[in-house]
């Protein structure tokens, strides 16, 4: 079994499709189903069922599937590995990490990282926590900066970073603005603006209102989950939202005095466990770590 018929049927796998996965590979249709037939003839079953146009994974494919992307995933670790061995650090780091730990916190990080790296490749890609847990569970990326969710996995190595102070924000004039301790009662008459309970964020407000026994007075019409545009559209004027104390630098937005202690959250570094670090993911996370008194 080779490891470039898997590449193919992995790459088939998550396409959808054979063409696609021969542009993707720069190969062939022709070529693309020469390697499917080569593995479903050295495993002796079908991998793959068509109903007109559509493409299928078989009973076999599926259970094929999760450990050729094991296969692969050891296989590109251990040429990194060695690869390593051989000289300075270089090569390539897949990032993941959310919007707002991408403006607000590793801009230093990378600059730092960059200037002692300079032939490392670093790519990022933006997803909220929960994709980026799956896509560290996947291999897809080497290191995840994101906000902890409480989803134990024995697969993961987390190391916290930085604590985020989140706070109760609303534009100066809003009446909320101008008033000390305030409780949570007289919040809940005002409407707020807040990520859906997809996001961590939006979940542990709710649920700290939960545990006070309130309902909360949501926004209707207005529905974001990017907190760049919730602090543009709460400065506007007329509802209230939650936002880590890094975003709170703007002339239009007040903090709120309230009675209650604050919500806080964590902000970590994950990576596979069962993974090889490169030489790249080693150096970013020892200067990642370099910044965690970063506040």
Same mark, same amino acid.
């Given at each position: 079994m080779d490891?470039? *018929?898997?590449?193919?049927?992995?790459?088939?796998? !998550?396409?959808?499709?054979?063409s696609h996965a021969a542009e993707k590979l720069h190969l062939t249709q022709p070529?693309?189903?020469?390697?499917?037939?080569? $593995?479903?003839?050295? %495993?002796?079953?079908?991998?793959?069922?068509? %109903?007109?146009?559509?493409?299928?994974?078989?009973?076999?494919? #599926?259970? %094929? $599937?999760?450990?050729?992307?094991?296969i692969l995933q050891l296989m590109e670790s251990s040429r990194q590995a060695l690869d390593d061995l051989a000289g300075p650090v270089r090569g390539k780091l897949k990032l993941v990490?959310?919007?707002?730990?991408?403006?607000?916190?590793? &801009? @230093?990080?990378?600059? !730092?990282? +960059?200037?002692?790296? &300079? #032939?490392?490749?670093? *790519?990022?890609t933006y997803m909220n926590s929960r994709e980026t847990h799956e896509a560290i569970l996947a291999g897809e990326a080497d290191l995840g900066v994101t906000t902890r969710e409480? @989803?134990? !996995?024995?697969?993961?190595?987390?190391?916290? @970073?930085?604590? !985020?102070?989140? %706070?109760?924000?609303?534009?100066?004039?809003?009446?909320?603005?101008? +008033?000390?301790?305030?409780g949570l009662e007289e919040l809940c008459n005002y409407p707020a603006l807040l990520p859906d309970e997809r996001f961590f964020t939006g979940r542990i407000v709710r649920e700290f209102f939960r545990e006070a026994g309130l309902g909360l007075k949501l926004e209707e019409g207005l529905s974001t989950d990017y907190m760049e545009t919730l602090r543009v559209l709460v400065a506007i004027g007329g509802t209230w939202t939650v936002l880590p104390?890094?975003?709170?630098? *703007?002339?239009?937005l007040g903090v709120l005095d309230l009675k209650e202690n604050p919500l806080t959250r964590s902000l970590i570094c994950?990576?596979?466990?069962?993974?090889?670090?490169?030489?790249?993911s080693r150096a970013f996370l020892e200067i990642l770590q370099q910044h965690r008194d970063l506040q």
């Open positions: 490891t470039q *018929s898997l590449k193919a049927f992995v790459t088939v796998a !998550d396409l959808n499709s054979f070529a693309i189903t020469k390697r499917i037939q080569s $593995l479903e003839s050295h %495993l002796d079953t079908r991998l793959f069922d068509r %109903l007109g146009r559509r493409l299928f994974l078989t009973e076999a494919g #599926q259970c %094929l $599937l999760p450990n050729a992307r094991r990490t959310s919007h707002h730990i991408g403006l607000h916190r590793l &801009p @230093i990080v990378l600059k !730092d990282f +960059k200037k002692q790296y &300079p #032939q490392v490749n670093v *790519s990022i409480i @989803i134990p !996995d024995d697969s993961l190595t987390l190391h916290e @970073i930085w604590h !985020d102070r989140l %706070l109760f924000v609303t534009a100066r004039e809003h009446p909320l603005a101008s +008033k000390h301790a305030i104390h890094t975003m709170v630098n *703007s002339p239009e994950m990576h596979h466990r069962d993974l090889t670090l490169n030489s790249a």
